[in-house]
């Protein structure tokens, strides 16, 4: 099929009102009889609640309700583990746990009635070290972990270890005895937030016949209607998660956390309930990045061949733990995209008394990279070897093994390091203090799998020849309904403003696992794809019977169908569509369902493989101020494999946005705790970038189709924030020889470093 | 936010009786950029906000030939930044203030503020220290004048006294050939707060420095002259042996602490390297000046 809308860089619709600042979020859709929602959380980071008295805020004028850890169901959830309730009941495991809830009639009463809640506690030891988590005798931080309902069985739950993964191949002893260089070092790499410009926050409200509805910015509404349903204990008929316009998602928006307690007060009172978490709120209590700790040991011989690595890593997910299954390909992803024969790498996560973690853009694999590719390039430096010499050296291509077993297909690697290097040629060389960093990253999280997606998509042909598809994906800001539209014009023909999108709703559209993974427009767009081409078929058969021809002879181009070898005879779209409604198969409406066998079947041969790996590769220039440490980045390069760019601007905005957003965790974001308070739970603190700390970007975009996804297109969302750090870090290294092996690579850092002897 | 009752005077006179009668229990107001955040957040709880924007006479420059530059309490900041009589005048202040928070905050936020909120890391501070400036302070007493270098005598501490405002700022004239820098470290390139500030001002006479001021910021509980360095640049060329020393001394004086935007330990090498930096770099600019 010729390109007809794909390839196109359409303008995503809600970019105008965005730019405008007319878009509604959150709270600004409260309706005018809304009650606003207050929430009460633990100062202590692990302690048994004794008595929780809230006489005194339930009298307040003003206050319509206060709720309890009692006063819910005693239902715990997890994406998982299920291993959090959306209140306490009898102990706290955070600061910022959810502790009681207040619905009053505006922000003033509602905080003024939660200083009325005295909450007595007793304290219980608590745990902020994952290490010393792991030791004997270390304070439970859940003392019935091995009794929660767990999505994986066969996860290794012991103490406060909550899950270990190990996998290992030839012998790593004997390879590393047998290698000319050996290379032993420990990174680390701190909480990080997603960062998202919009707080969460949600209005829910109750219909006369009880119905619940909540009106929130969710990556997953199906999921989250989960979590509702079995907290709440409402059938899923009874719940309604619509999802509204999204300042922002980045993993943080594809757990349940603050949502139940919106609509409980909302079923209790039944008035709309609106609840905005506060800065505060977000950077103290909500799910995200793990601290995780690494160590690499890693033989290469004289030439550059990597012949053996050791690899051991500990996840502090905090108190919760709601990220989905990720533990097994972070631990594979510790031998990199790279052949290497012998590996015993090892993995474990770890609960203890620090913030609860959860998904943030491309989960867990920053840091891993981070690490990984520091590694490699100290090796490069002790062996002389070019760094992008050494990876091409080694690097991954078709059929190769990942670490955990799958075999790698659709490999771009080797071209985006040749393309990377051409792109490294025309640039100046570096002036006094300042170098080049280069990494490379792999992001291979979804393996091809039995069954199918867990998507389905709708598309209706009105009667004058548009179309509406409906989807449970959520617009998340990045033109993911921009795409799908195009997907659907392109199968059928139509002009993009001819597609309107209805998504991310749990009534309206039919099931979607959600968006994250990077695998939005990988995934439902070859769900959507499938409805399209069912719709198209129905067309085409209808068209067949008016025009006489044989299916296989016509075509659709244009708004209509003609005979190829007649285009004389020919009827326009909008003519059959009207036709359809009282033809014996009714109204045109396509269903992904239709198409699910064929390519299941399809994929058979591929089940188990890792049928969209994408490989990056990054190039940074910094100047670094010897006597301050500071780092000053002057320009970035990222080469992305995107398998197919559906929508070139969407992907460029993608890899750039990745970009910027991962400079922030290698320079200056971190999450800093004192006993599991958070220090800097404020954006002056928590050092995002801004504008003037981001520096030109060059990108190249190359395409190695994937089998799956919809014309080859691969996940692009995650993918460029892999190997940022790395690229920095490594470009401090080779400017002024400072190896800093934690992140963000602080001035402070960057002093320190330079005072070690060079490596 | 904390309820609380809200007072508007219309006089400077009105202001001083209200502060001095509710003095304890009043939160004066002037651009509000971190009165209403420490509001917001319940840190403070004053019974009464007592705002000054409705007092006239506290906004704007002044500056006269010989008699230096007058900054009403109630300038703002993006004022100071853009207005070219401190440009040519004071270019140490606007370079100061064109490195506080966001143009938005600095379209609000005032000198005034800046100075009475007396943080230790505050961007206003170091700039009018080096430049020798005074605060004029008016209270139910009548008005007295403090060299600025005695006003701040803790984080979030000055000298006002029951029912005193800031009224004005008093920057002298500098002398011929005098010229300064005001160096920031922070870790954004924007909206940030000093992890070390260095604020130097030179005045050379036949090559050597006749005159020399140093303010610090972030590095001590409230802005710091560092005495020694100065003393140690007074009447000597300042050459890069001794600027080294100085770079020293300031650093043997400054008492930082360790926080969540940097370590004792770096903040005092820093110190070291921004006292240097910038008495280097006050030199060659009243060099070309």
Redesign the interface.
Known sequence: MAEFVLGQSVIKPDSREKALGRTQYGVDLKPRDALVAKVLRSPRPHARIVRVDTSRARQLPGVLDVVTGPDTLAMRYGNWIRDHTFMAHDRVRYVGEPVAAVAAVDDETAEEALELISVEYEELPAVFDPFEAMKPGAPLVHEDVANYACGHPEAHRQGNVLDRVRYAKGDVDKALAQADVVHRQSYNTPPVHAGITQPHEAVAAVDASGRLTLWTAHQSPFRLRQVLSQTLGLPMARVRVVCTAVGGSFGARATASFEPICCLLALRTRRPIALALTREEELQATFYREHAYITLELGARRDGTLLAVRGRLVFDTGAHHDLLATLGNAVASMAGPYRIPNFDLEGCVVYTNNTPKGFVRAPRIPSVIFAVESHLDTMAHKLGLDPVEIRLKNAVENGDTFAEGRVMQNVGFKKALTTFADHMKKQPPPGPNQAWGVAAGIWGLFATTTGGPPSAAVVKLNEDGTAVLLTGMSEMGGGQHAVMAQVVAEVLALPFEAVSVVGGDTDATPYEHGTGGSNTTYRVGTTVRLAAEAARRQLLQLAAQRLKVKEADLVLEQGKVYAREAPEISVPVATLAAAAISSTNGPIMGTSESGREGLIASMAPYIGSMDAPVFTANGALVEVDRETGKVKLLKYVTVQDVGHALNPKLVEAQVEGGVVFALGQALSEEIVTDRGRVLNANLLDYHQPTAADVPPIDMALIEVPSKFGPWGAKGVGEPPTVPVSAAIANAVFRAVGARVTELPLTPDKVVQALKQPQQ | ???FEYLEPTSLGEAVSLVDRHWGQVRVMAGGTDLLVRLK??VIRPQYVLNLKRVPGLDGLTYAKGQGLRIGALTTIRTIETSPVVKEHYPVLAEAAGMLGSVQVRNLATVGGNLCNASPSAEMPPGLLAYGAQARIVGPKGERTVPLDQFFLGPGQTCLLQGDLLAEVLVPESAPKTAGVYIK?S???????A?VGVAAVVTLEDGKCKDCRIALGAVAPTPLRPRSAEDLLRGKPLDPGLRERAGQAAMEEAKPITD????AE?RK??VK??TRRAVQQAFQRAMAS
Request: charged letters at 25%.
């Open positions: 936010m904390v309820r957040q319940r470290l870790p954004r390139a924007a909206m940030d707060c992890v969540v935007r940097g370590s770096y090498e820093m390297v921004l």
